[in-house]
């Protein structure tokens, strides 16, 4: 957002009208990836921080160096932040930008998946454990080996499987690992390797995970999401076709995949029969937030659904300076999720 843009902006008038406000305002946060575990909610979310990295398509400002674990008694109580639960510098193989996290429980044991560049300046995903679901979390000496790109989430189905949807576009760097292997060709622009506007639209990744939850079971496979002709959708297709953060629920037997369209701003929503897909796109689970990105999760707590998300309306409009936030959410008897306004009256610009 332009200086002169943010200047236009009544950003009293959002917050008044916001649906839910930020759960805390000591530090920013991002990406909120909310558990339910022992009846307790547990969010595991990036650090925002001003690091005075230029703005780029790329995501250079996106700079965070650490992760925190917030917890609430409910969606409606205040939030406690239990502090530093992982830094980059904990990280052997991570040089920087520990971006979006997720986590889950196995056998009273607590796994913090994360993505982090590594010193060649390749997206990999780590994985971190620890005994509580607060950290802090110990890192293994090495990423998922063949993993890639950004925004890991593990998904524990009813079998007891765990699988792990990952990638984002642009500076997710998924575009360049079309061909199987990381391109590392000139030039670096995030648009130079994506498909054509009339070519299938590039899809997240999913993999079952082994038994330990530190590797990959299986090669991971295309999230393909198809129309209602049954149809890939396109790459041009950008107000429904996949950019980032994937994220898997269940509900009445059914696998809801949800996403971010990215430079769209909407987080979409995709219905499909297996963990594996394809899913048939279903709608838009919430419209543009303040603020260029827009990421989220989805839980259910004591039989109501919420949706956990974040915009940039505490440090008034700035991109890499967000707050995470929770509204319920609802599904209408077909088992379609109703689309949330952020702002009771009001449109983001976007």
Not at 81 to 96: E, I
Not at 289 to 303: D, K, P, R
Request: hydrophobic letters at 35%.
């Amino acid at each position: 957002m332009s200086a002169a843009g943010k200047q236009e902006i009544n950003f009293k008038a959002f917050n008044d009208s916001a649906i839910s406000q930020p759960l805390i305002k000591h530090m920013y946060t991002a990406d909120p990836s909310a558990h339910v575990f022992d009846g307790r909610i547990y969010i595991y979310l990036s650090h925002d921080i001003d690091a005075g990295n230029a703005f780029d398509d790329l995501g250079s400002h996106f700079a965070m160096e650490d992760y925190h674990v917030i917890s609430m008694d409910t969606p409606g109580s205040q939030a406690t932040d239990h502090g530093r639960a992982l830094h980059v510098n904990d990280v052997p193989w991570a040089a920087k930008q520990m971006w979006a996290p997720d986590a889950q429980e196995k056998d009273g044991r607590y796994y913090l998946f994360f993505p982090a560049k590594d010193h060649d300046g390749i997206f990999r995903i780590g994985v971190a454990v620890s005994d509580q679901p607060t950290g802090p979390f110990i890192p293994q000496p090495q990423p998922i080996e063949n993993s890639f790109s950004i925004d890991p989430a593990v998904f524990k189905d009813d079998d007891g499987s765990y699988y792990m949807y990952f990638g984002g576009i642009w500076g997710g760097q998924l575009q360049r690992w079309r061909s199987g292997s990381f391109n590392a060709a000139e030039p670096q622009s995030p648009f130079a390797h994506l498909p054509a506007n009339d070519e299938p639209a590039l899809c997240a990744k999913v993999a079952k995970l082994t038994n330990d939850l530190f590797s990959f079971a299986e090669e991971p496979t295309d999230v393909l999401i198809i129309d209602e002709h049954g149809k890939p959708l396109l790459q041009g297709d950008t107000e429904r076709r996949f950019f980032e953060a994937s994220w898997m629920h269940k509900y009445n037997g059914k696998y809801y995949f949800s996403y971010s369209t990215g430079d769209t701003h909407f987080i979409c929503y995709a219905i499909g029969d297996n963990p594996y897909g394809p899913f048939t796109y279903a709608g838009r689970v919430l419209n543009p937030v303040l603020g260029w990105t827009s990421h989220h999760s989805i839980i259910m707590f004591n039989g109501e659904w919420y949706l956990f998300y974040h915009d940039s309306s505490l440090s008034e409009g700035v991109t890499h300076l967000r707050s995470i936030k929770v509204a319920k959410m609802e599904y209408d008897g077909h088992g379609m999720i109703q689309t949330l306004e952020p702002y009771n009256g009001l449109s983001a610009p976007v």
